[in-house]
């Protein structure tokens, strides 16, 4: 059974996962948040700082991910992707953004399946990497991500992940698992599953209900109980240590962030999306988080932090 880190936008950058998977481990795969590809001329090397084999540890596996509706400039950063020494790509096209998805990208080119299949027709010429997707739902209804799923059978992926909600949901409402049993079971390839695994209890939800499934992509559940994926791989870490592993999480996070974000503003605000997550488990009354937000000062802020850190506080299990 594998298990993957969904890549979360401005917060699972490179230091991120670094440090997620030095201290709490888990995961099998972990996905990198998108690069959009560009025409030759519009690319700049920065565009790929976060997957550079450089700064990412060589201790997990990472996977990065292209968005995009154009199958030239897909290919184009594929190469220098694969140059890199990766060996697989993810092509986006469930991202919700509405900034996105109204310019038939992401989750916007579900509605549009013959542009899904111009795409890969240009990008499944040579491919020298597994090329997997992920996915909706569909942007605004079920019946869109059948027509999609159809159209990717026609092509040689190595796995198609869906989150099970439709674009237009974004990450509102309920995951539909009827809608997802009806594209699974549609589907040639190999399938993972996305959305609302906040708990062991939601895992093992999914898999009773589809025992054959054996890869799990989890987000935003990973990102507020960081020990989950230990514990579904049955790893169970004793709650007295969580606080510790916590703080030392926190501390590297924020080294990196005052390191590299010369700016206050700037590093408070990836500190403050940071908590965002984390503190669910330590403020369930969000009186920490609230002062977190309303901190403007590097000193602020620490002195909420230390409070939430001490070691009278604790990790709490159940929400």
Known sequence: MKLLLAPIQGVTIAEYRNSYDKFFGGF???????????????????????????????????????????????????????????????????????????????????????????????????????????????????????????????????????????????????????????????????????GDIYTYEDYKKIQNRFPELDSFMLGRGALIDPFLASTIKGDDIPTDQKLKIITSFHHAIYNHYKKNKPRENHFLNKMKEFWTYTHVHLDPENQFIKRIRLSQTNEAYLKVVKEILKDTNQWIEKM
């Open 28 to 194: 099998d795969g972990y996905y990198a948040p998108f690069i959009s590809p560009t025409t030759k001329e519009e690319t700049h090397p920065s565009f790929f700082n976060d997957v550079l084999p450089e700064v990412n540890s060589n201790t997990l596996s990472l996977v990065p991910q292209l968005l995009g509706n154009d199958g030239n400039n897909f290919r184009d950063y594929a190469a220098t992707i694969v140059n890199m020494g990766y060996k697989e790509i993810n092509w986006n096209i469930g991202c919700s953004f509405s900034i996105v998805t109204k310019k038939k990208k992401g989750a916007g080119i579900l509605p549009h399946p013959d542009m899904i299949k111009r795409v890969l027709d240009e990008v499944c010429k040579d491919t020298n990497y597994d090329l997997t997707v992920k996915m909706r739902l569909g942007m605004n209804h079920t019946d869109e991500g059948i027509k999609v799923i159809e159209s990717l059978n026609d092509y040689p992926l190595s796995g198609v992940m869906i989150h099970a909600r439709t674009g237009i949901q974004q990450y509102n409402g309920h995951v539909d698992l009827d809608a997802f049993q009806t594209l699974y079971s549609k589907s040639k390839h190999k399938m993972t599953y996305n």
